[in-house]
T-cell receptor
Framework: SAVISQKPSRDICQRGTSLTIQCQVD?????MFWYRQQPGQSLTLIAT?????????ESGFVIDKFPISRPNLTFSTLTVSNMSPEDSSIYLC?????????FGPGTRLTVL | KQEVTQIPAALSVPEGENLVLNCSFT??????LQWFRQDPGKGLTSLLL?????REQTSGRLNASLDKSSGRSTLYIAASQPGDSATYLC????????????FGSGTRLLVRP
């Protein structure tokens, strides 16, 4: 299994600002995923981040709003830009092991 | 388009009861199916993974079954405990151009002492 850590674990931010969330994995992985879980909802995939290439975004998510970096095989960042209260969610980083997917503890974001 | 549905949305049972959580999916062309547990405000813990060629998986008091032809999976929890209280998420794995998980909306379980 993979051990995934995220920073920060939670944050409260002002409207219009940006927050960068870090994801660190204890082993090298090809594919990393970023999910959003809005209050009371299930998980929605934001994008897939592969090392050495641009992230692939799902319908409804764009790079200008959620820029992603993937500098190496153990690390990725997701930035939530120009935040609004609607961005208040838990953001989760995830990786695929041997046909099994593992999740980080999540970053709980509240936008005022 | 794959859609994943979980029934019931919420369930409250007394401690010691055996229970079944249901998951259904619309497209039987799945790669695998995974059950997760999520505690309030926390990330996801993987419980069981069933490959598309398998019918069931067991771990302790948990048993998950898969019937691809009918588009259904069940998670059976034996002798439930208050510590089992959490939200249980079913996710279907697909392999198109890349691997992707599609989540159900979850079943919120409360086990009463």
């Amino acid at each position: 299994s993979a051990v995934i850590s995220q920073k920060p674990s939670r944050d409260i931010c002002q409207r219009g600002t940006s927050l960068t969330i870090q994801c660190q994995v204890d082993s090298q992985v090809t594919m990393m995923f970023w999910y959003r879980q809005q209050p009371g909802q299930s998980l929605t995939l934001i994008a897939t981040a592969n090392q050495g290439s641009e992230a692939t975004y799902e319908s409804g998510f764009v790079i200008d709003k959620f820029p992603i970096s993937r500098p190496n095989l153990t690390f990725s960042t997701l930035t939530v830009s120009n935040m609004s209260p609607e961005d208040s969610s838990i953001y989760l980083c995830s990786v695929v092991g041997i046909n099994e997917q593992f999740f980080g503890p999540g970053t709980r974001l509240t936008v005022l | 388009k794959q859609e994943v549905t979980q029934i019931p949305a919420a369930l409250s049972v007394p401690e010691g009861e055996n229970l079944v959580l249901n998951c259904s999916f619309t497209d039987s062309a799945i790669y695998n199916l995974q059950w997760f547990r999520q505690d309030p405000g926390k990330g996801l813990t993987s419980l069981l993974l069933i490959q598309s060629s398998q019918r069931e998986q067991t771990s302790g008091r948990l048993n998950a079954s898969l019937d691809k032809s009918s588009g259904r999976s069940t998670l059976y929890i034996a002798a439930s405990q208050p510590g089992d209280s959490a939200t249980y998420l079913c996710a279907v794995g697909r392999m198109d151009s890349s691997y992707k998980l599609i989540f159900g909306s979850g079943t919120r379980l409360l086990v009463r002492p």
